[in-house]
């Protein structure tokens, strides 16, 4: 059985920062590519941040520069490293690992929300 399960959100001031983890089990988490979309009320779920299984990433352009996405295959985890936090990076974060070998396969946790206010 799959799980991601997500961890490390929550509340937070404009300004600060919070790590974000994904445990994965029941896959070779190795050569999954990893990934953190979010989803804020009434808006569409959008991707984050995306790391291959060599290590490669690519951000959204509204968090270049702020947030660091990471993993550790030894752990079976992945990292969101969010700094300088924006009430606008207020949403529900979720943690997804996906492989395309002949078909394409994706699997989602089931979220943890960050709340960026003051």
């Known amino acids: 059985q799959v799980q991601l399960v997500e961890s490390g959100g929550g509340l937070v001031q404009p300004g600060g920062s919070l790590r974000l983890s994904c445990a994965a089990s029941g896959i070779m988490f190795s050569i999954y590519r990893m990934g953190w979309y979010r989803q804020a009320p009434g808006k569409q779920r959008e991707l984050v941040a995306r790391?291959?299984?060599?290590?490669?990433?690519n951000y959204a352009d509204s968090v270049k520069g702020r947030f660091t996405i990471s993993r550790d295959n030894a752990k079976n985890t992945v990292y969101l490293q969010m700094n300088s936090l924006k009430p606008e990076d207020t949403a529900v974060y979720y943690c997804s690992a996906d492989l395309s070998v002949g078909t394409f396969v994706n699997y989602w946790g089931q979220g943890t929300q960050v709340t960026v206010s003051s």
């Open positions: 790391i291959t299984y060599s290590g490669t990433t």
